[in-house]
């Protein structure tokens, strides 16, 4: 993997970045006469993996992707990959005849091999759906012209599992949800969503645990519904969630035990010696509070926004280069934090 220093998707903070994170849409295509890649043998993998790459390198478009062999990856490396959102846990964990795709700005992902021979994903900061949504778009058109996706007229874009089937897609809103944490609301807010036909996880996705009060919130239908229908329905579920959020943390923000918090968060993050990455994710979370509540003068989401990623513990040594012990990385975490927060 290069090690370039460049400017990432989540170096900005986009349209109501002071809740919404990010936003992300990933589609789930197979190659027509292949097996899928459970029962796929390794040639076959690696002949779809030159057969996409060749695909990108020969279009006309701007695309500009590395090509990745995840078996040449450290396994620290192919971790950091999935603290940045970029792969899943399942593509890190077995790396025998998988193969990434990544943009320099790592807003661009596609994951050979998975699941599925191509999990297309494309992130953005803040609000930025459509946006997202025509880059992938565009991607998969390219791809499909040039490879030929398993499709079927009844069923739509045919996957390994079956809750795929259809569009194949999976749109997301990374949500900042404090406050409705903080109140205990979670839990029937997400057994609601059920009902509407949407998912609110951890922030890692399925099985996770949320971080820093993030939540991913997802569609779950793919099938007898467009992809303009499930992002107008994301986009249209998440706007009272939102709502509800804002008012919720503007009051708590009056109470003197919140005040409390947000400050010695900020005190911690300015000080600390030794800091765990769950500590400092709930710490960044409560200086994210204090902003937008106006407990705190700045607007910087975007600063809190890459910190984020860097703390995380994978990510922290792949930028070592070594490997450190936990507490050497909390020591690395802290220090990084405090010059971060310094004049705060």
């Known amino acids: 993997m290069s090690d370039e220093v460049m400017s990432k998707w989540y170096d900005k903070s986009g349209e109501q970045g002071e809740i919404i994170i990010s936003s992300r849409v990933r589609l789930a295509r197979n190659l027509n006469n292949y097996p899928f890649p459970n029962r796929a043998t390794l040639e076959q993998k690696k002949e779809i993996a030159q057969r996409v790459k060749r695909a990108v390198e020969d279009s006309n478009s701007a695309l500009n992707l590395k090509f ?3 078996e040449e990856l450290t396994q620290v490396q192919a971790v950091s990959l999935v603290e940045k959102h970029l792969i899943s846990p399942e593509f890190a964990s077995d790396r025998a005849g998988k193969y990434l795709m990544l943009s320099d700005d790592e807003s661009i992902s596609i994951m050979i091999n998975e699941e599925d021979h191509l999990r297309i994903q494309v992130l953005g900061s803040g609000l930025s759906l459509n946006r997202v949504y025509d880059t992938a778009n565009n991607i998969d058109t390219l791809l499909d012209n040039a490879l030929g996706f398993a499709f079927n007229n009844k069923l739509g874009y045919l996957t390994q599992c079956p809750t795929n089937l259809g569009t194949g897609m999976r749109a997301s809103l990374m949500l900042h ?4 944490e903080r109140n205990h609301a979670i839990s029937r807010i997400a057994g609601n969503l059920t009902k509407l036909g949407m998912e609110l996880r951890g ?6 645990e949320p971080k820093g009060a993030l939540y991913q919130l997802s569609n779950q239908i793919t099938l007898g519904l467009s992809e303009h229908s499930a992002l107008e329905n994301l986009k249209n579920i998440s706007s009272p969630l939102i709502d509800q959020e804002e008012k919720s943390a503007k009051e708590m923000a009056k ?6 918090m947000v400050q010695r968060s ?3 993050l300015k000080t600390a010696k030794l800091m765990q990455n769950d500590e400092a994710m ?4 409560n200086v994210r509070l204090g902003m937008f509540t106006g407990l705190i003068k700045s607007e910087d989401y975007a600063k809190l926004n890459r910190i984020s990623e860097q703390i995380q513990p994978a990510t922290l040594m792949a ?6 012990t936990p507490q050497q990385r909390d020591v690395r975490r802290a220090a990084m ?3 971060e927060f310094k004049d705060y």
């Open 177 to 180: 949800l404090p406050a409705m």
């Open 203 to 208: 922030t890692f996705g399925e099985g996770s």
């Open 282 to 285: 709930r710490l960044i979370s």
């Open 337 to 339: 934090l405090n010059t």
């Open 319 to 324: 930028a070592a280069k070594e490997d450190l």
């Open 255 to 260: 109470t003197i035990e919140v005040q409390d």
């Open 266 to 268: 900020v005190g911690l």
């Open 68 to 70: 990745i062999p995840m």
